[in-house]
C-alpha cells in the first residue's frame, strides 16, 4: 500500500538508546523502564504508571489488583477488540455490556439499565483514540461504589477537558505495533492509588517485594528495557504525532462532507480525540457498499480497516461462554457494519489527504 494505516516513527534516538541498552548488559526491567513510566505518570497526571508486557496484561493485572470478587460484574463495551473481553475472563470476572453512542464509546445514560447487584467495576474504551463520557461514567462509578478501569490502549494523550485518560480510573495503554506509541510489544498500568500500584509491581513480579520473599501468587508481566528504550522517545514526540494526527482528521473531514451515505467521525464536546483511528460510516444510504468503498482504496494503493466487523461477544466462544452475558445492542451493532477506518497517521501529507478523499468519492459522490 503506498498509503498505510500506521506508520513507525523509528529516529536515530531510538537507535541510540536501544545501543545503549545492549552495550550496558542489562535488558531486562530497569532504568530504561523506569525512564519510560516517568514518561506516562507525566502524560496520564498520575502518581503511578507500570509497565508490563501488554495492553492486555495491563487490563487483567488492573482487574486482579482490584481484588474484585470472583464472579463479579465488570460493564464494558461491546464494540471493542477483543482484548477488553479476554481480560475480564482471565482476571475471572463476568462481563457485561453497555451498548455504544453515535461516537463509538459506551452510552454513559445506558449504564443505570444494566447495573446489577453483582456489578463491581466499569471498563469504558477510549476507541479509536476518543475518550469515553468521563466525566458522566467516573461520576456514576462513584455513586454506585465501583471500581474504574479504563481501557485508554488506543489514546495515548487523550483527555476530556483538562484531564487526561488514564487519571480517571486505572488507565491502560497499550504499546502494541499499531499503537500510537510503541515498544513492539507492551504496556502500562496508570493510577493514583499506592495500594493498587504496589499489587500491580508484585503480581508483575512473581508477587515478590525481594528476591524469593512472595506475598501473593504472581506473573511476569515484566516489560524489557529494551522495548522501553523503544518507546522513550516516541513519547517525547507524542505531542507533536498528535497534533499532526488532529491536522489529518481536520483535513479529511473537511474534503469528505457532504458525501451522502458517508458519515464522519463526530467528536462530543470538551473531549480530545487523537485519531489512533479515523473512522467513517458507511450507511445504507451509499451509493457503494463499504467492501466496494475498501476494495476500491485498495486497487489506489490505499488501506483501509474494518474495526471492528462485530460486537466482542457475537462469535461461538463467547456465546456460549458462561461469563459473558450476552446483550441487546443494537447500536454497536449498527457500527460493526457500517465502519471503515480510513489512514490518519502523523506521516501523511496533504496530497495524500486528496488522494484519499478523491478515491472515496469516486466509488460513493
Ligand atoms: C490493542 C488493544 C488492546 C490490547 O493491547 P495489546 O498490547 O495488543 O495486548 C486492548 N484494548 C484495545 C481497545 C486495543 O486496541
Not at 548488559?25 to 504508571?49: I, K, N
Not at 477488553?84 to 451498548?99: K, M, Q, Y
Not at 459506551?106 to 467495576?121: G, H, I, K, P, Q
Request: net charge negative.
Amino acid at each position: 500500500m503506498k498509503i498505510a494505516l500506521t506508520q513507525l516513527q523509528m529516529g536515530p534516538d531510538v537507535e541510540r538508546l536501544v545501543l545503549e541498552v545492549l552495550r550496558s548488559g542489562q535488558l531486562a526491567q530497569g532504568p530504561m523502564v523506569e525512564r519510560l513510566e516517568q514518561g506516562f505518570r507525566d502524560l496520564a497526571g498520575t502518581r503511578h504508571a507500570l509497565a508490563v508486557s501488554s495492553g492486555t496484561t495491563a487490563l487483567v493485572v488492573a482487574l486482579q489488583a482490584l481484588e474484585l470478587e470472583s464472579g463479579a460484574e465488570v460493564i464494558t463495551s461491546p464494540f471493542t477488540f477483543v482484548a477488553t473481553l479476554n481480560a475480564i475472563l482471565e482476571a475471572g470476572c463476568t462481563a457485561r455490556f453497555v451498548d455504544v453512542g453515535a461516537d463509538f464509546t459506551m452510552d454513559e445514560s445506558a449504564l443505570a439499565e444494566v447495573l446489577t447487584d453483582r456489578t463491581s467495576a466499569i471498563l469504558p474504551v477510549h476507541l479509536f483514540g476518543l475518550p469515553a463520557a468521563m466525566d458522566s461514567i467516573s461520576a456514576f462509578a462513584a455513586e454506585h461504589d465501583l471500581a474504574l478501569v479504563e481501557d485508554a490502549a488506543q489514546a495515548h494523550g487523550a483527555r476530556c477537558g483538562v484531564r487526561a485518560v488514564g487519571s480517571y480510573g486505572v488507565g491502560c495503554f497499550s504499546l502494541y505495533a499499531t499503537k500510537n506509541v510503541t515498544t513492539g510489544e507492551g504496556g502500562i498500568v496508570t493510577t493514583e492509588s499506592d495500594e493498587l500500584a504496589d499489587r500491580i509491581r508484585l503480581l508483575r513480579n512473581q508477587g515478590m517485594r525481594e528476591r524469593y520473599r512472595y506475598e501473593l501468587p504472581g506473573h511476569n508481566y515484566r516489560l524489557t528495557d529494551l522495548q522501553a528504550a523503544v518507546g522513550i522517545p516516541q513519547l517525547e514526540r507524542l505531542p507533536e504525532q498528535i497534533t499532526a494526527r488532529q491536522r489529518n482528521a481536520a483535513g479529511l473531514s473537511d474534503r469528505l462532507s457532504g458525501i451522502e451515505g458517508l458519515v464522519p467521525p463526530d467528536v462530543p464536546m470538551g473531549r480530545e480525540h487523537v485519531w489512533h483511528q479515523y473512522t467513517v460510516r458507511i450507511t445504507p444510504q451509499a451509493r457503494s457498499s463499504r467492501e466496494v468503498v475498501a476494495s476500491s482504496l485498495a486497487k489506489s494503493g490505499i488501506a483501509s480497516g474494518v474495526y471492528y466487523p462485530r460486537p466482542v461477544f457475537d462469535y461461538e466462544c463467547y456465546r456460549s461462554h458462561p461469563a459473558v452475558v450476552v446483550a441487546e445492542v443494537p447500536n454497536a451493532y449498527v457500527a460493526a457494519r457500517e465502519v471503515l477506518s480510513l489512514p490518519v497517521h502523523q506521516g501523511l501529507q496533504e496530497q495524500d489527504l486528496d488522494a484519499i478523499a478523491d478515491a472515496v468519492r469516486q466509488v460513493l459522490a
